[in-house]
């Protein structure tokens, strides 16, 4: 009996666009770890065109979160790379880039709800301050 699917149906996101623009991205993320010379980037100019990717372009980023550097970008770059870490997350067949995402939403969204919170540890009302407090002191448990 033959195979049924023997047919890949690519989904409309994935055009030639798209691919392009996963293979410029990977192509940074190796010049700026070290895996890739080129004689028109260096590590640094990689790791700024990276940082200064457009929002929907970070879930092209995230693919690379398990490589230590790419995790720290990440995580520098904070909120506006979360909505392509989800998508990564959601399109991710690797363990270890799902585990690497997944600890790194979690960290990022800590970091924001301390931030939060220590603004509210210094509102008017009293019993904001002190419910802030305690939510802070719960945190660092």
Do not use: C, W
């Not at 004689?39 to 990689?46: H, K, L, N, V, W």
């Not at 392509?84 to 880039?97: Q, T």
């Not at 969204?109 to 919170?117: D, E, K």
Request: proline residues 6%.
């Amino acid at each position: 009996m033959a195979d049924s699917n023997t047919h890949f149906i690519r989904p409309k996101y994935l055009t030639e666009e798209y691919f392009t623009k996963m293979r410029q991205v990977r192509d940074l993320v190796h010049v700026m770890t070290g895996m890739l010379q080129s004689p028109d980037e260096t590590p640094a100019s990689a790791r700024t065109k990276l940082r200064n990717l457009p929002p929907d372009d970070l879930h092209h980023l995230a693919k690379f979160s398990a490589v230590s550097t790419v995790y720290l970008l990440l995580k520098e770059i904070g909120d506006p790379a979360v909505p392509g870490l989800l998508i990564r997350l959601r399109d991710s067949d690797s363990v270890e880039e799902r585990v690497a995402i997944m600890k790194l939403l979690g960290e990022l969204r800590a970091s924001v709800a301390r931030s939060l919170l220590q603004k509210l540890a210094v509102d008017a009302n009293p019993e904001i301050q002190k419910a802030a407090q305690q939510a802070l002191q719960a945190l660092d448990k």
